[in-house]
């Protein structure tokens, strides 16, 4: 079964009375896909750092489109393609026996595929909606892979090697169809900043309790302070999604690899524990001092501050306590890197 459309002509794809005006319009059905594409998924900067031993690497799903005739497509410089040609029918043994009699063609700007046969796979069902027949599907999954940004023409012929029938129509040895795809590829656009949170750090050390990103992983075991496992992270009534907790002293230790230019903080402590000397807050680039906050205190108004970071690869946040780490409840409020 294979559907081709006149231009600006919509037809039934299941009629159930094929005429002979319906009929000049469908060439075929089983052959309209050509290239699937599967949803897009934008590039993040966490997939250039290096991975923790245990932090999986995650493959990007191929994307796959299933175009009628001419048409544009747009993937990702980053997403593998897999270029797949089908035939189908109306039961589970037309759709082997028509596919052992469709040949495919297949060129990617010009250059053709060889040894299509074996990427051929066993009959699918899949069921249509209401109004729909129920279709077998044989396809031919051809891994492409990633092409190079730019424009490329994907181009399929389909040839009926004898005379096959779908379950609804007959189509003639020799008879060709073909579908050809304009893919562009495009270079992802570079993020306007991330959170600090979304990259792994080298180490973390926390003056007391657990270092915790967003919400608390531990509870006080003191309960004036009002601090449970899972609880948001608020400083001055301000919920920090993002947010680190280091209590004084601390030091946590980032690699930059060089790709941001600014790093932009609020800095503060939680307000209703309120029983220490005051903290200082450190930032390190590159083993160099790049910022360092006057003392303060959980009364002290948080402070939002812009450091540049260009070149930077190692970047350290340090809170100092003072002399004494006496209820340093130090957060780094969404930290985000441009």
């Known amino acids: 079964m294979i559907f081709l459309l006149q231009p600006d002509e919509v037809i039934d794809m299941y009629p159930a009375t094929p ?8 060439v075929a059905f089983a052959v309209m896909g050509l290239i699937a594409l599967v949803p897009d998924v934008s590039r993040s900067y966490c997939q250039t750092l290096p991975a923790t031993p245990t932090t999986n690497t995650e493959m990007r799903e ?7 005739c001419n048409c544009e497509e747009s993937v990702s410089i980053d997403d593998p393609i897999i270029v797949r040609l089908r035939w189908g029918a109306k039961t589970q043994e037309l759709t082997e026996q028509g596919a052992d009699f469709v040949a495919y063609t297949l060129s990617v700007d010009g250059r053709f595929i060889e040894g299509l046969d074996e990427y051929r796979k066993p009959a699918v069902f899949v069921p249509r909606s209401a109004d729909d027949e129920d279709v077998w599907w044989v396809y031919w999954d051809y891994p492409l892979g990633t092409l190079p940004a730019g424009d ?4 399929a012929v389909f040839v009926p090697t004898a005379t096959i029938f779908d379950g609804w129509w007959t189509f003639p040895k020799g008879e060709s ?4 795809v ?6 992802p656009s570079k993020p306007e900043f991330i959170y600090l949170s979304e990259l792994q750090p080298q180490s973390s050390k926390v003056g007391w309790g657990t270092f915790s990103i967003g ?7 003191d309960p004036t302070h009002k601090i449970s496992k899972g609880d948001p992270i608020v400083v001055h009534k301000v919920e920090y999604h993002h947010g680190l907790y280091a209590y004084a002293p601390s030091q946590l230790v980032y690699n930059l690899q060089g790709d941001f230019s600014q790093l932009e903080v609020t800095i503060g402590l939680v307000d209703w524990i309120d029983c220490g000397d005051g903290v200082r807050f450190i930032i390190l680039l590159n083993g160099n001092a790049i910022y360092h ?6 009364s002290s108004t948080p402070r939002y501050i812009k450091v540049s970071v260009v070149g930077g690869h190692k970047l350290v946040l340090i809170t100092d306590p003072c002399s004494t780490s006496h209820c340093d409840w130090a957060i780094w409020g969404d930290p985000i890197l441009r």
């Open 19 to 26: 005429t002979l005006k319906t009929f000049r319009f469908i």
């Open 177 to 180: 169809v073909t579908l050809k």
């Open 293 to 298: 906050s006057p003392t303060m205190f959980a």
């Open 152 to 155: 490329h023409i994907i181009e």
């Open 215 to 221: 919400t608390y992983q531990f509870t006080s075991p």
């Open 182 to 187: 304009n893919l562009h590829v495009k270079v």
């Open 62 to 68: 191929p994307r796959i489109i299933l175009p009628v």
